[in-house]
């Protein structure tokens, strides 16, 4: 089943475990999730009055509507 995610963060999530830093994604674009693989990068212009996906090539498409209505995980 596929879903439709909103994200608004637009990096990672540092983790420090034993002394050993970790960089989780938080944008959800990382092809190596649950780490970070810079691919947020890509994500630096994106209106915050519009809605984006990325296809598995990194193509970026655009809706007008923001979808005030899709759940966004808190920040
Ligand atoms: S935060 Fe998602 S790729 Fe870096």
């Known amino acids: ?17 034993g002394g050993e830093t970790k960089y989780i994604c938080g944008c959800g674009l ?3 999730q649950p780490f970070c693989n810079g691919t947020h990068k890509i994500a630096r212009q994106e209106d915050p009055d519009k809605l984006y996906w990325y296809d598995e090539q990194g193509t970026r498409f655009e809706h007008t ?3 005030q209505g899709i759940r966004c995980p808190q920040e």
């Open 65 to 67: 509507d923001s979808f």
């Open 30 to 32: 990382s092809n190596t």
């Open 1 to 17: 089943m596929a879903r439709i995610v909103k994200r608004t963060r637009g990096g990672p999530y540092p983790v420090t475990i």
